[in-house]
Nanobody, 125 residues
């Protein structure tokens, strides 16, 4: 069974930085594309960033491109999201997700099949 456990969320001031981590278990991490999503109160869950199974390509939502960086360490079964220049509108629960089939690119929302429990990021103004 696939398990995804996020960490790293906390309260931070606007302009600050955070790095989220997601440790995966239950299957061969290196074969699957991974991604980050977020959900603010009363909003739908939105795509933040995705990374291909081999780490060679990454995709970002337009509002995060240039501020957020997704990466993965297949040796540690860990996915990361480096977030810089945080804004109050980045406040949300951030979820780690994994695609259901191997060797994907991470850029198709419908391909994501597994979810973590989420970690809260709060950005104060």
């Amino acid at each position: 069974q696939v398990q995804l456990v996020e960490s790293g969320g906390r309260l931070v001031q606007a302009g600050g930085s955070l790095r989220l981590s997601c440790v995966a278990s239950g299957r061969t991490f290196s074969r699957f594309a991974m991604g980050w999503f977020r959900q603010a109160p009363e909003e739908e869950r939105e795509f933040v960033a995705g990374i291909a199974w081999n780490g060679r390509s990454a995709y970002y939502s337009d509002s995060m491109r240039g501020r957020f960086t997704i990466s993965r360490d297949n040796a540690k079964n860990t996915l990361y999201l480096q977030m810089n220049n945080l804004k109050p509108e980045d406040t949300a629960v951030y979820y780690c997700s994994a695609e259901g089939r191997p060797y994907g690119l991470g850029n198709t929302r419908a391909a994501y099949a597994y979810w973590g429990q989420g970690t809260q990021v709060t950005v104060s103004s």
